[in-house]
């Protein structure tokens, strides 16, 4: 996705920590991490579990649904986004939440229900970078996009 | 811990504050250092313990002439200055110094001197929050509060609510940016910058600095001001990610902060009588009262309509005018520590009446971390 001036939203650099997460949204997966020893999932990547210390971790692909936890709406003019915006945070089924935007549906909050059921999509940005987004899930209740905002 | 036996005897702000374009950011943790050490009727040559946040320690002491032999450059935000009292308070009773100088300064309207907001792309905010689009504080500490307002049916006006009573207090403060009264309607009808949240549901864009000198309670009487006596103190962080926060509709490090505070000082809320909630946006008032205990969860929005917290209720909540009307300069911990100061000294603008217990409360990040202090005018 490009802004105004062809301006483009910050892309991530992968560590060797987060490199698997990465690798897995290029691929069209969610991967999440979960401890096998006290069998917590959990986000952002790390190699140890961030609830009971364990490094004996590994990685799952994640359902990619979720739900919509809470966000805001942004109004302000911001190089690489088109105004107003929500930037959200999901609560995956999984129970690891991850912040996100919100697609395929109108930027507003009539159309943005909290608790409201959603699925991962992923957009590719550039040879290394594939970002995961939600949208409402198929077959929920939601306003579809006007005019293709996204 | 001994927390009880330190005081504060010496607190100032920068000379002016608002708009100094003649100032860097270090020069005005200079000026805020110079008025505070005038206040405490020291020099530089008297000072031997240094903690600041913006700025580097070894900067600041060499700047403004001090030889430490303590040095606390703890930097967590717009809190960094409660958790400096905090470690401040234990290295006097250690014996590692005696007479401890902590600084603020800012140029955050101004920007001169100083660096800019960004986020390093390969750390974890730069990964997995900066690409969705939050463009600093006001798009990113304001997520929670959907999840908070739909738990406990909380509304835009409980929001309002907070930045027109905090208005009142600051139209009794001479050096309160914003004086004139305010009405919930203007609140809810100014700009929207990241729904829900509004211009006037933000705090200022200033600059300003401010400073402390804490020593031990035996010493406090020697100094020309009022001791204030630190009774209790607390800290904790819980993640530089908001996303990653345990509940959005609570702060575990306002929590587990205040928690400590209020045991180590052996105190009660009932024995509270006037209180700072750091406030850069105008949910934070609502989190402070319910994580630091004041009413239970979800009894915020009520307590704070029903004029508690305004002039002549029970408990005066950011009697400056707090960030939303007084002044914010990014980090705005240590304003309120000095409103903190001055009412137990009884010289506040907005002056509560007998006042013996104050608690200043703060907030680093995007509820990152939280850093508390109990203060008492009366010798423990």
Redesign the interface.
């Given at each position: 996705m490009s802004g105004p001036g062809g301006a483009t939203?910050?892309?991530?650099?992968?560590?060797p920590e987060?490199e698997h997460f990465w690798e897995g949204t290029k691929a069209g997966e969610l991967r999440i991490q979960r401890c096998q020893d006290c069998e917590g999932a959990y986000?952002?990547p790390r190699p140890f579990c961030p609830h009971c210390s364990s490094r004996n971790v590994a990685v799952e692909v994640a359902s990619g649904r979720a739900t919509l936890?809470?966000?805001?709406?942004?109004?302000?003019e911001?190089p690489?986004?088109e105004s107003?915006?929500a930037?959200?945070?999901v609560e995956l089924e999984e129970g690891p939440?991850?912040?996100?935007?919100i697609v395929d549906c109108e930027q507003t909050?009539e159309a943005l229900e909290?608790?409201m059921a959603l699925e991962v999509t992923f957009e590719e940005?550039d040879d290394t970078i594939t970002?995961p987004f939600f949208r409402p899930a198929e077959g929920s209740q939601s306003r579809p996009a006007a005019g293709g905002a996204r | 811990m001994k927390q009880k036996s330190v005081a504060v005897v010496g607190a100032a702000e920068t000379t002016d504050l608002g708009k100094i374009p003649n100032l860097s950011q270090i020069g005005l943790h200079a000026d805020a250092a110079l008025n505070a050490m005038a206040d405490a009727g020291l020099t530089a040559k008297d000072i031997d313990g240094i903690a600041c946040a913006g700025e580097s320690p070894t900067n600041l002491a060499q700047y403004l002439g001090i030889v430490p032999t303590w040095v606390d450059g703890t930097a967590v935000g717009g809190c960094s200055f409660m958790l400096h009292v905090r470690h401040a308070a234990a290295a006097i009773n250690e014996g590692l110094a005696s007479t401890i100088l902590i600084t603020h300064g800012e140029s955050g309207r101004s920007r001169v001197g100083v660096g800019g907001w960004s986020?390093?792309?390969?750390s974890?905010n730069?990964?997995?929050?900066?690409?969705?689009?939050?463009?600093g504080p006001p798009?990113?500490f304001?997520?929670?509060?959907?999840?908070y307002a739909?738990t406990y049916g909380a509304t835009e006006e409980d929001l309002a609510n907070v930045a027109v009573i905090q208005r009142e207090w600051a139209a009794l403060n001479p050096r309160a940016s914003f004086r004139d009264p305010l009405t919930t309607d203007e609140v809810l009808g100014s700009r929207?910058?990241?729904?829900?949240?509004r211009k006037l549901l933000c705090c200022l864009v200033t600059d300003g600095g401010g400073a402390l000198i804490v020593t031990s309670a035996d010493r406090a009487k020697d100094f020309p001001q009022k001791p204030v006596y630190v009774l209790g103190t607390g800290e904790s962080v819980e993640t530089p990610?908001?996303?990653?926060m345990d509940d959005?509709t609570t702060s575990r490090a306002f929590r587990v902060s205040g928690e400590k505070a209020f045991a180590e000082a052996g105190i009660t809320h009932d024995d509270v009588d006037h209180l700072m909630i750091y406030d850069a946006f105008a949910h934070l008032p609502i989190y402070g009262l319910e994580d630091l205990g004041f009413v239970g969860r979800g009894e915020a929005p009520d307590f704070i309509r029903e004029r508690n917290t305004a002039i002549g209720g029970k408990l005066p909540l950011n009697t400056n005018g707090g960030g939303l009307s007084y002044m914010h300069s990014g980090m705005y911990g240590m304003y309120a520590l000095q409103e903190s100061v001055r009412q137990m000294r009884g010289i506040a603008p907005a002056q509560v009446e007998g006042a013996e217990i104050s608690i200043a409360h703060g907030v680093g990040g995007m509820f990152a971390a939280s850093g508390t202090i109990v203060f008492s005018n009366v010798e423990p």
């Open positions: 939203r910050p892309i991530p650099q992968p560590t987060t986000f952002p936890y809470s966000y805001v709406i942004h109004h302000r911001v690489g986004f107003p915006y930037i959200a945070v939440r991850m912040m996100t935007n909050p909290l608790d940005q970002l | 986020m390093a792309r390969a974890l730069g990964q997995f929050e900066m690409p969705y689009g939050p463009m798009t990113l304001t997520i929670p509060w959907l999840r739909k929207m910058i990241a729904w829900p949240f990610m908001v996303s990653q959005f």
